[in-house]
């Protein structure tokens, strides 16, 4: 069974990606995985959850916490089940040299304030207020200080070749990089590594790797003084023309209209 990576573009002014879902009885989510840890909250209804083949049921007014590369599957049980999710970053917790950290609910002293804490995000989706900023800093609070659980580091040959893959992208995104380049360095043809990133992450090679340039570059573009030509060679572009012309596929304008002021 092939187990989709999802790619998440995360708020570039919040490290927390927040929905309310509503869906209908037998509703599937396929299985899937991402970087990013998921929370998600039952405000209604219930759903059967399916985290790296180990099932539970979750019901009305539960919470329950996904690791990040978890791969998991949503079944809903009943109709009108409503639900919020938060995809949180894991950047903020690499801040801390946390090489393999996981987190347990079942480790919180006070999960209600977590709960509270969610209800108030979801509610809150369209606000960008310090007030939001700081609601999602004590949810990072709260998972690292109550709910963490170390691990040692897994090797690199553990990690299945996808995940190597997606984390040589992050690391080196703003090199030199394509397929010529990732084919070689992980000793396959161009084309199973073409065709194999596209089977396990459901988008192109070259689009993530632009997913991930434009990411970095659009923080920048909104939360710098840095030139436009700066930005674009700083993340990995060629030139401005490149970057002009990337930038406009997938936000359909050009970066000089994003700027402040």
Request: glycine share 2%.
């Amino acid at each position: 069974m092939q187990h989709l990576y999802e790619v998440v573009e995360t708020s570039f002014k919040y490290p927390i990606k927040i929905w309310n879902h509503q869906f209908n009885r037998s509703k599937v989510m396929k299985p899937h995985w991402h970087d990013e840890i998921e929370l998600i909250y039952c405000n209604q209804g219930s759903f059967e959850l399916s985290v790296n083949g180990e099932k539970k049921f979750v019901n009305t007014k539960q919470l329950v916490l996904i690791n990040s590369n978890s791969i998991h599957r949503l079944r809903f049980l009943e109709d009108q089940t409503k639900i919020i999710t938060l995809l949180l970053s894991t950047e903020l917790f690499d801040e801390f040299k946390l090489v393999q950290c996981e987190f347990d609910l079942s480790l919180i002293k006070d999960q209600e304030q977590l709960e509270q804490l969610i209800i108030y995000l979801g509610d809150h989706l369209d606000q960008e207020t310090l007030v939001i900023h700081n609601r999602m800093m004590q949810i990072y609070e709260l998972l690292l200080e109550e709910c963490s659980v170390y691990k040692l580091a897994i090797t690199k040959k553990k990690l299945p070749i996808i995940k190597q893959i997606v984390t040589y992208i992050k690391q080196h995104y703003d090199d030199e990089l394509n397929l010529t380049i990732l084919a070689n360095h992980f000793h396959f043809s161009e084309v199973y590594l073409s065709r194999m990133f596209k089977e396990k992450t459901g988008i192109t090679l070259l689009s993530y790797i632009n997913k991930i340039r434009l990411n970095h570059a659009y923080n920048d573009l909104m939360n710098t003084s840095l030139t436009i030509n700066e930005i674009a060679l700083n993340h990995g572009f060629k030139n401005v023309k490149a970057f002009n012309k990337i930038f406009k596929e997938y936000y359909h304008d050009i970066p000089s209209k994003y700027r402040k002021g």
